[in-house]
């Protein structure tokens, strides 16, 4: 599909007029930090934001979902009966989301939305959002991406993407759905042939720029068994503190608990974030544990990621690259040796 | 003259050669500026893997309890006084330690270095005694160290270690004439409607990855309180009065027993000022039973123990 493009001069009234129609999801600067969150005026937007300090995945996945709700008055005509909780599903927009994040909403895909299951909440969420990315033209140093089937500039799980030339953005068509989104706001413009070549060139050195580089080759022909039992593992989890920053930051991690909360005879039933690096995540009713010890928490996080998920569905790990778990682990437990003392193990 | 990092890896090297220790707990280089990794290292090759710099202020007496091994572990003046308060729990003996007495001249806060820096990309830091230096694509930047300490030890008055068996460099100076409750003070001037809001708006980011809790050396229960099943005490959503009950409670059960490491407030993914609880329990205790936590083994949290002259206004 032909490209468009944009004057940065034009985006405030580009996100205002999709503010008419759309509930529209950006990367906003809050103090300390940034995420992604709904908002209401253009100029929340910061769309010169390396990466948001949490992943973007809580506008597919809420940290904590009402899913149900239920009576315990059993004379109530409501009685014994799950109802549904009303979610918001008018269209939605996430703009500015860069391409390791919008991967991951694919990747999320290979797990609820399989011809054998859908998960109702994740698959409606999908349906009714737009997704706008924003390529990166200056990667970070943490920045992995490319290495695991993304990149500075990739279009996986978007509709469209937003490519910064200076004074525009170039916009490349990705889906029919994007299409729609561009004709229904009336951007018309093409870049020349010029401003091409100049993005070329940008993506060019920004792929050049990317120097961190993990191996995966040799993944898929490990035997779990042995990955599993390796040495190293030990090493790795010692200065594991257990917590759920990593899990909680990362894009691809979907684990999730269901709970229910009573208060007086009122009830409802929620779908909360969990962590397989939480003792309670593999608590069994009978009191055993399976994962009592911080080293089978820890592999079970990797070996999800990076040899379980590559063996089952065949689509490569379950890491986009973003680096959040690098930047953020609290002591600094870094994925990417990780990949390398899996890839490269020996028996 | 040998630097800290060296004189480390020597002593480590030692330790290990002789067989005085089965393992030595420090720091490894960081795989990214301005982190460091702790390792526990059990053979004597891999002492020169020591490191040290300004920000190595992961508290490594967190990774002591229920340790069986004969241990050397570097202390900064914190660690030592948790450590203090983890032989006086029962939570490992002192036999079992050879403790390394660090002189600390305060750690540097990475999320302020990293404010100054503008969105460019720090690749690497050097430092000299009283500068930090920022290397990136195209700049290099000086800071002045003192402005940028954590803030625990921006008011620090124990950057010596409370016990060792050896100082690995002469005692600092302890910073004297310290502030440490300002901000508690300006805290408790507030009426109760203003204090509430005030901690309504302090909890609020919080995403319950329990990081705080977790690198606090002093959390070191079997089973933590919010990870109960049976009966279930907290719920697991982000609602905001299961968030604060989590955070206020983990805070009381810290009373007496925070050495202000800030440990809790470094994890914090949301950069959560955890510390502004914990610090007034802290002047609390120290102006109702006059206690600092972990300086000597010969005494225990005044809240474990009982005295017949214990303050008792506050129960009335």
Known sequence: ????????????????????????????????????????????????????????????????????????????????????????HTPRVIFGIRPC????????????????YKDPWWVKRRQITTIVGLGCNAPCATCFCTSVGSGPFATEGMDLLLIDGEDEFIIQVITAKGHELLNDLGIQAEPSREKKDMVTALQESSLQSIKSVVPTDSLKHHEATALFSADFWEEVQFACINCGVCTFVCPTCWCFDIQDEVSKSNGIRLRNWDSCMFPLFTLHGSGHNPRSQKLQRLRQRFMHKLKYFVDKYDSGVACVGCGRCVQQCPVNIDIRQVFLLMNDFKV | MQSLKEKMMHTALLLLTERKVDAVLGFQRGTIPMMSHPILIRHPERADQLHWDSFCSTNLANYLPQRKERIAIFAKGCDSRNIVLQILENQIKREQLYIIGVPCQGMLDRRKVQAELNGRELLGVRETSQHLHLLGEGFMDSLERTS????????????????????????????????????????????AQERWSYFEKLLAPCIRCYACRNACPMCYCPVCFVDESMPQWLGKSLDPTDTKTFHFLRAYHLAGRCTDCGNCERACP???????????????????????????????????????????????
């Open chain 2, 148 to 191: 940028y300490l954590q803030e625990n030890c921006a008011i620090c008055t124990h950057r010596n270690a409370a016990i060792y068996d050896e100082l690995l460099a002469e005692p600092v100076s302890e910073q004297e004439g310290v502030d440490r409750y300002e901000d508690v003070r300006a805290i408790e001037a507030m009426t």
């Open chain 2, 270 to 316: 949301m950069s959560i000022k955890v510390r502004q609880l914990t610090k007034k329990l802290e002047k609390d205790i120290a102006e109702l039973y006059g206690y600092e936590a972990g300086l000597s083994l010969d005494q225990p949290p005044p809240l474990d123990t009982y005295r017949p002259d214990d303050p008792q206004e506050f129960i009335r």
């Open chain 1, 101 to 116: 994040d919008a991967k991951a909403f694919q990747l999320l895909d290979l797990n609820f939305d399989t011809p054998a």
């Open chain 1, 1 to 88: 599909m032909v490209d468009r493009l944009i004057k940065k001069t034009e985006v405030a009234d580009l996100v205002n007029r999709l503010l008419e129609k759309y509930r529209v999801y950006a990367p906003v600067r809050q103090q300390d930090m940034a995420n992604f969150q709904e908002i209401s005026t253009a100029d929340q937007v910061d769309l010169s934001l390396a990466n948001t300090t949490l992943s973007p995945k809580s506008i597919m996945l809420p940290h904590s979902e009402s899913m149900f709700e239920f009576t315990l008055d059993k004379t109530a005509n409501q009685a014994g009966i799950l109802r549904e909780v009303e979610t918001d």
